[in-house]
Nanobody, 121 residues
Framework: QVPLVESGGGLGQPGGSLRLSCAVS????????LGWFRQAPGKEREVISC????????YYADSVKGRFTISSDNAKNTVFLQMNSLKPEDTAVYYC??????????????WGEGTQVTVSS
């Protein structure tokens, strides 16, 4: 088991911003990777972003590209998801996820408990 703890969710306004954090333990983020998923009501869980800390490569789903930014603080073993220009369709439970290997392309094996993000005026 890999402990992953998300925080920073809550209520955001359309056009506003929220910042999510994922604190990890049990492994070092340096030269590894971490991803963010979300699951909206009635929909499947989808991967929305991933970062490979070895070289800082980042990946985004089309639905969030240009609005969300993933980053990491390896010294604090924490990954962030800055969410700007929020839309009501961003409402979902957001999860951070540990990849099955040290990159974003080979599946996932652990998820955190999730944090709720609600976008509404």
């Amino acid at each position: 088991q890999v402990p992953l703890v998300e925080s920073g969710g809550g209520l955001g306004q359309p056009g506003g911003s929220l910042r999510l954090s994922c604190a990890v333990s049990g492994f070092s983020l340096a030269n590894y990777a971490l991803g963010w998923f979300r699951q909206a009501p009635g929909k499947e869980r989808e991967v929305i972003s991933c970062i490979e800390t070895r070289d800082g490569s980042t990946y985004y789903a089309d639905s969030v590209k240009g609005r969300f930014t993933i980053s990491s603080d390896n010294a604090k073993n924490t990954v962030f998801l800055q969410m700007n220009s929020l839309k009501p369709e961003d409402t979902a439970v957001y999860y951070c996820a540990h990849p099955a290997s040290d990159n974003c392309g080979n599946g996932w094996d652990y998820w955190g408990e999730g944090t709720q993000v609600t976008v509404s005026s």
